[in-house]
């Protein structure tokens, strides 16, 4: 879910987890952002620099097509990895897109959250999914509840996973891709986000914090047994798993956030064995945190990983 939202101006808005407020950070607000989109290569660790660019970009989503879809200041951007051109894919009148945007499994559509109104608060805020074409076009909403937060689509299409809030916490939820009503699937207190469907639609994973600390967490797609995945000290965010399901590639933050994911922080990311449950460094430190790897992101084949990796001029 998106708590750093790029929008007109380069004003950065934060909205801590559990506070339910929006608050402008006067510090981002003096930052001058450069963007490096990189790929990475599990097996070897070797990190290609696809495009450094001036600009706030997040969230890379791979299309098979060998591209990548980011977002940037509420607009959704496009960058050709053979030629490294980058566009803009139309989106209408939808140009408030955070970065919880994602491709449909046969890369046909795209979802897309939208800050349809912004406040003081959440119970100010709209935030609604929208579906639209890949190649752009005017979207269609498909979400009823005032706040959702794209995560997951299952691996049949039918079915997208959200975060939502029923007025005091931030749940997990899921909602037919063609609309409707929405059903929740976690109760728990204390966050939990970045719900992703496992390519053979048996389980979500997901983070949380319910028990003090931000941890990932899987359970079964309807909800039931919650199984806790990691146990460390860092704030473990955004689980993803590979297209051939043997891998979960996530971001840990080295310093405990509680229940926020920021910009700027001290961040790496790391890879758990699927099978065995063993973990690995996959990067170094470096600086980074929201925008970084909030949406899937490895490459059709499981081999690789995209990732954005900041620096600031102050």
């Given at each position: ?11 950065l ?5 559990g ?20 790929i990475?290569d ?36 496009k ?30 559509l ?129 689980p ?27 961040v ?16 170094s ?15 059709p ?14």
């Amino acid at each position: 879910m998106n708590r750093v939202i790029a929008l007109f101006f380069g004003i950065l808005l934060s909205i801590p987890s559990g506070l339910y407020a929006l608050t402008i950070s006067l510090n981002e607000m003096k930052k001058d952002t450069t963007s490096y989109i990189e790929i990475i290569d599990i097996s070897t660790g070797k990190i290609e620099t696809v495009l450094k660019v001036k600009g706030h970009y997040e969230a890379p989503n791979w299309h098979p097509d060998n591209y990548l879809i980011l977002n940037s200041y509420g607009k959704l951007k496009k960058l050709d990895l053979k030629t490294n051109a980058l566009s803009e894919i139309y989106t209408g009148n939808v140009i408030n897109i955070n970065n919880d945007h994602g491709l449909s499994p046969d890369g046909k559509l795209l979802v897309l959250s939208n800050f349809d109104k912004l406040g003081s608060g959440w119970s100010e805020m709209v935030s609604s999914l929208y579906i639209v074409p890949v190649e752009g076009g005017e979207p269609k909403k498909i979400s009823e509840d005032q706040i959702c937060f794209w995560h997951g689509w299952s691996p049949d299409g039918s079915t997208l996973a959200y975060v939502g809030w029923d007025g005091e916490d931030l749940d997990i939820y899921t909602i037919a891709a063609t609309g409707g009503p929405s059903k929740r699937l976690t109760f728990t207190k204390g966050l939990d986000d970045g719900p992703e469907y496992s390519p053979d639609g048996k389980y979500i994973y997901f983070n949380s914090f319910r028990t003090g600390h931000m941890q990932l967490w899987r359970m079964g797609v309807d909800g039931s047994n919650p199984e806790q995945l990691t146990f460390d000290t860092y704030s473990n965010w955004f689980p993803h798993i590979s297209p051939d399901n043997k891998w979960i590639v996530y971001i840990s933050y080295i310093e405990n956030q509680q229940q926020g994911h920021p910009f700027g922080k001290t961040v790496k990311l790391r890879l758990m064995d699927l099978e065995t449950k063993e973990i690995k460094d996959l990067t170094s430190k470096f600086f980074g945190g929201q925008g970084t790897i909030n949406v899937p992101s490895w490459s059709p084949d499981s081999k690789k990983v995209a990732f954005v990796r900041y620096s600031v001029d102050e």
